[in-house]
C-alpha cells in the first residue's frame, strides 16, 4: 500500500487532471455559446477588400439598463472578417465598412450625403440558427482632407476648434461636422464624399487662453474621389471679433 505521502500526491495529480478536464469542456461550452459575426467587404465592383475596418455596433439590454458596445476587425487579403458577438442582452448588431487607406467611404447614412450611402447590413442574434455570412459594399469613394490653422500674428499653427459644412446642395439636405486640430496645431483628418465644403473656426488659440470667435473666418474647400489635401485656413487671431466668454469677459480681440 502507498505511502500517505505518496497517497497525497496521487491525490493531487488526480484532482488536477480533473480540474483541467472541467476547465476545457467550460471553456468548449463557452465558445460554443459566443456567436461569430462573419462576413466579406467588397468593392462596389465585387472585389473583395483588404484590410477593411469594419466596426459592429449593438445596444445592449442588462435589465432596465440600455448601453451601446462597439467591435472593430480589419479584413483579410480575401476581405473576410469575424468579430465575437458581445452576448447575453446584445442580439441585434448593425455593421458597416470602410477604408481609408484609398478613401473609400463605409456603408451607411453619411451626414454629408443627403441621402442613405447604401444600406448597413443587421444581424439579428437572438434567433436559434446560426448567423448568415454578411456582404458588406463599400459605398463611394471620397477624399481625405487635413485640416490646420496658420496664425499670422504667432507665425505658427495653432489649436483650433473646426466646423465643416457641405455647401447646400438644391433638393438635398446635409450636416456639419466639428473637429479641432491639436494642441500643437498638428492637423485634423477627414474622409469626405466629393463636393464643395465651407471650413469655419470656431474657437482658436490666444496666447494660453481659448477664445470663441463671433464672426468665424471662413474657408472654401473642394474634394474630389481618390485625392488627398492640406486645407490650410490663415487667420491672424487679432484680427477676430471674439465672444464674450469665461476666458474673455469683456469680448475683446485676442492682444499678442
Known amino acids: 500500500m502507498p505511502s500517505p505521502v505518496i497517497q ?4 493531487r ?12 469542456l467550460q471553456g468548449s461550452v463557452w465558445a460554443q455559446e459566443i456567436s461569430m459575426l462573419r462576413g466579406t467587404v467588397a468593392f462596389p465592383d465585387g472585389t473583395p477588400v483588404q484590410e477593411a475596418t469594419v466596426t459592429a455596433t449593438t445596444i445592449c439590454e442588462n435589465g432596465e439598463a440600455v448601453y451601446r458596445l462597439v467591435k472593430q476587425a480589419t479584413t483579410t487579403p480575401e476581405g473576410t472578417f469575424s468579430i465575437p458577438a458581445f452576448g447575453g442582452g446584445c442580439n441585434q448588431y448593425r455593421l458597416t465598412a470602410g477604408r481609408e487607406a484609398d478613401f473609400w467611404i463605409e456603408t451607411g447614412d ?17 434567433a436559434a440558427s446560426a448567423p448568415e455570412t454578411i456582404t458588406i459594399v463599400l459605398g463611394q469613394r471620397g ?29 438635398k439636405t446635409f450636416g ?9 496645431g ?4 477627414l474622409l469626405l464624399p466629393p463636393g464643395e465644403y465651407v471650413a469655419s473656426v470656431l474657437q482658436y488659440q490666444c496666447g494660453t487662453k481659448e477664445y470663441w470667435a ?9 474634394v474630389t474621389s481618390g485625392n488627398k489635401q492640406d486645407a490650410q485656413i490663415s487667420a ?14 469683456r469680448g475683446r480681440k485676442c492682444q499678442i
Open 8 to 11: 497525497a500526491r496521487l491525490y
Open 13 to 24: 495529480v488526480v484532482l488536477m487532471v480533473i480540474f483541467a478536464f472541467l476547465w476545457a
Open 110 to 126: 453619411c451626414v454629408f450625403c443627403g441621402g442613405p450611402n447604401g444600406t448597413p447590413p443587421t444581424v439579428n442574434l437572438s
Open 143 to 171: 477624399g481625405a482632407v487635413d485640416f490646420r490653422v496658420w496664425d499670422a500674428a504667432t507665425a505658427r499653427f495653432i489649436r483650433a476648434m473646426l466646423r465643416i459644412d457641405h455647401t447646400p446642395v438644391e433638393g
Open 176 to 184: 456639419s461636422m466639428e473637429i479641432a486640430t491639436g494642441k500643437d
Open 186 to 189: 498638428s492637423p485634423d483628418r
Open 214 to 222: 463671433a464672426a468665424p473666418p471662413q474657408f472654401s474647400f473642394e
Open 236 to 249: 491672424d487671431v487679432r484680427t477676430i471679433k471674439s465672444l464674450k466668454t469665461y476666458a474673455n469677459p
